[in-house]
């Protein structure tokens, strides 16, 4: 069982930063690919962002280009998303994920471990 622990969220203004983290209890080799995923209420847990094993290849939704950077830090196995210029529609509980495969893509269904969410608002 791998457990998946985010924190960081809070309540920030538009235009604000918040940097979320989630840590892994397991090695690298069982979290190959990690990303995040946000639920607004009402709506369906949507992509946000996904990252290799190594680092060296990241993926991002649209609406998060250029303000959302995803990185991890393998020797502590821990992923993070440094949000900057948060907007309002940029509120949502972010869950991080994990999967042991190399699928990096925005099915959530394809990931194998999630954590419990950490909450971001964003006020305007």
């Known amino acids: 069982q791998v457990l998946l622990v985010e924190s960081g969220g809070g309540l920030v203004q538009a235009g604000g930063s918040l940097r979320l983290s989630c840590a892994a209890s397991?090695?690298?080799?069982?979290?190959?690919?990690m990303a995040w995923f946000r639920q607004a209420p009402g709506k369906e847990r949507e992509f946000v962002a996904s990252?290799?094993?190594?680092?060296?290849?990241?993926y991002y939704t649209d609406s998060v280009k250029g303000r959302f950077t995803i990185s991890r830090d393998n020797a502590e196995n821990t992923v993070h998303l440094q949000m900057n210029s948060l907007k309002p529609d940029d509120t949502a509980v972010y869950y991080c994920?994990?999967?042991?495969?190399?699928?990096?893509?925005?099915?959530?269904?394809?990931?194998?471990?999630w954590g419990q969410g950490t909450q971001v608002t964003v006020s305007s």
């Open positions: 397991a090695r690298t080799s069982v979290t190959n690919i």
């Open positions: 990252i290799s094993r190594t680092g060296d290849s990241s």
């Open positions: 994920a994990a999967r042991t495969g190399a699928y990096k893509g925005s099915d959530p269904s394809r990931y194998d471990y």
